[in-house]
């Protein structure tokens, strides 16, 4: 069975330091992998997927996330934290083809300091 | 295109009780899956429609069921409701064996 672990629940940033969000997933075969955000009261937008091109996937609002199969690594990062940026944020799986459900992580909520 | 919507924003039910959440999906998308997320929590999948059709489904009891309507639509009945199934209900749709889009979700407090 595929799993997802998001290591740390919450993390804080002072506005305009790096962002990292760390993702590690177990899984049989090559997966999907996606990163979303939640601000409060609100549904998952998608900010990136890796679907077995490019390691590196470029997504919205200036995030990025590197694909490492040897250390089954996704981590979510973005080079200067912006106070908007202040949310929950899931890393997800689904093997390859993506015709299987989601599988998500217990998540982590990004604070922004100013 | 007014992406996928989902209705009631909230609502409070009492032990026992039956609710039905509803959802429309994304113009052009002809599947739906339903994912529970309990406080503090990521979703977890509860069932997908496709062609009016439970296609696939998660560990979640006969309690949940579901429909699919002919525009696409759907719906999410769930009976004898438990404090346990307080949670935020999402609806996604795609096209099926692509990406899904994400509604708002309908917020359910048993009490």
């Known amino acids: 069975a595929q799993s997802v672990t998001q290591l740390g629940s919450h993390v804080s940033v002072s506005e305009g330091a790096l962002v990292l969000l760390r993702c590690n997933y177990s899984s049989s075969v090559p997966p999907y992998l996606f990163w979303y955000v939640q601000y409060p009261n609100q549904g998952l937008q998608l900010l990136l997927k890796?679907?077995?091109?490019?390691?590196l996937v470029k997504g919205i609002n200036g995030f990025e996330a590197e694909f490492k199969k040897s250390e089954t690594s996704f981590h979510l990062t973005k080079p200067s934290a912006h106070m908007s940026d202040a949310a929950e944020y899931f890393c997800a799986v689904t093997p390859l083809g993506g015709d299987t459900p989601l599988v998500f992580g217990k998540g982590t909520r990004l604070s922004v300091i100013a | 295109d007014a992406g996928v919507t989902q209705s009631p924003t909230h609502l409070i039910k009492t032990r026992g009780q039956q609710v039905t959440l509803r959802c429309s999906p994304k113009?052009?998308?002809?599947?739906v899956s339903w994912y529970q997320q309990a406080l503090g929590q990521g979703p977890q999948f509860i069932f997908q429609?496709?062609?009016?059709?439970?296609?696939q489904r998660g560990n979640f009891p006969d309690r949940f069921s579901g429909h699919q309507f002919p525009n696409y639509s759907s719906e999410l009945n769930v009976n004898a409701l438990l404090l346990g199934d307080s949670a935020l209900y999402l609806c996604a749709s795609s096209p099926l064996g692509g990406h899904e889009y994400f509604g708002p979700g309908t917020r359910l407090t048993v009490t």
């Open positions: 890796y679907t077995s091109a490019a390691t």
């Open positions: 429609y496709y062609e009016e059709e439970e296609r």
């Open positions: 113009s052009g998308h002809d599947t």
